[in-house]
């Protein structure tokens, strides 16, 4: 085998490992359960796990109102801002993760329990379903007025 | 780089580099040889549904599920979903769960109130009738099911104008996740083939026909 061959191979050996590497970090390769949400905005950089949220597990027990109206979580992942400080203070998942509704805060690796290095995302939606965007409809004349 | 483009460029790196491994190798087998690459393959680029991207198994434990980390012992203390579902309906999509009969039929009885078990939601019987222009079959937006989960505020005036017909909606919205996307395709029942008639599920007249387009009125030719 030439020399120049041996490098080639080598060379997308190498590329292939990366690309492979760089796709763990890519949610649509998981198979989780639909609607899990992780929520790294800051777990990562303090050196904890990302924190993972299960929605199947949770709309067993309460109605989405108890979480987004009364708890006051925004329909977005990641957009709570959602810090420790705020946990033991009773607010967001501090509101049932404090002793009485639920098991209590110090059992820190049950919430942060995902992969290291995954970015906040929502597991299954079908926005990262789609192979193109979605389309633009067009300005249609409405004929029915 | 945002994480739609970041994703878009490590595919394809995986594919330029799968393509490379591909020909490489046979570069490799030919090379002592020095033959050229002239091997006639069935062409890779020809495949079907390119969104075929079957789970191998649906409702697996969280250890597998490749986004928990299998490495944190606490995660093989966490529910598998399916001891949870044991006696629910079914469904065929989403978390294979018909959330909404199981609710109807008793099988849950998941919290109106974070501490009192014994609140009960205020249900309003109401469904709004969105006509649709194309061959599809109508929407039928439902409250009752929507108010046995969520609150009025959830929606109302936020996402929609309380007001039948005032809001403007459309696939490409729902589909980039707002309007009835907003929780559609992501938390409650998914938007693909198998769940088109859950929200166009009344049927059209049958002698109903689709518009016209404008091009085709005015064809010359016709």
Redesign the interface.
Known sequence: ??SK??R??LK??I??V???M??L????????????V?INNYADAAGM?PA?F????H????????C????GFA?KAGGNKITMAKIIDGKFCG??HNGE?SWSVE?C??C?????G??T???????Q???AP????LQ?KD?TK | MN?KT??IS??C??M???F??NT??H??EV??KEMPLMLAEVSSVNTFN??L?K??????P?A??????PE????H???H?LD?YKGLPPSDF??Y?D?VKAIDEGK?R??????DPNSE?FVMDLDIVRPV?ASVPDVVFPHRQHT????C??CHPAVFVPQRLANQI???AI???QKC???????SF???TKTCRKCHSKPKPADWEP?LSEATLKNPWK
């Not at chain 1, 987004?68 to 708890?71: E, M, N, P, S, T």
């Not at chain 1, 995302?121 to 926005?127: C, K």
């Not at chain 1, 979605?134 to 409809?137: L, N």
Request: glycine share 8%; charged share 15%.
């Open positions: 085998m030439s061959i041996k080639n191979v997308s050996m590329i292939g990366l690309a492979y760089g796709t970090g890519v949610p649509q390769t998981a198979q989780a359960e639909y609607a899990d992780v796990r993972v299960p929605h199947w597990f709309r067993i027990r309460f109605r989405c109102k108890v987004h109206a009364d708890l329909f509101a049932c509704i059992n690796a049950m942060h329990s995902g992969v290291p995954q970015p995302h929502f597991h299954g939606s079908t926005v379903r789609l192979i979605a389309y633009k409809p249609v004929t | 994480q970041k994703a490590l595919t790196a995986v330029m580099a799968a490379m491994w490489q190798s570069a490799a090379g002592e390119v969104n991207k789970p191998k198994s649906r409702n697996l969280p597998e599920d490749g986004i928990h980390d944190n012992e606490a995660t203390s966490l529910q979903p949870a989403g978390n769960v959330w849950i998941p919290r109106w109130d974070r501490a939601p222009k046995e989960w969520l609150l505020s959830n459309s696939m490409s589909l980039l996740g996307g907003l929780c559609h395709g992501k938390v998914p938007v693909e518009p």
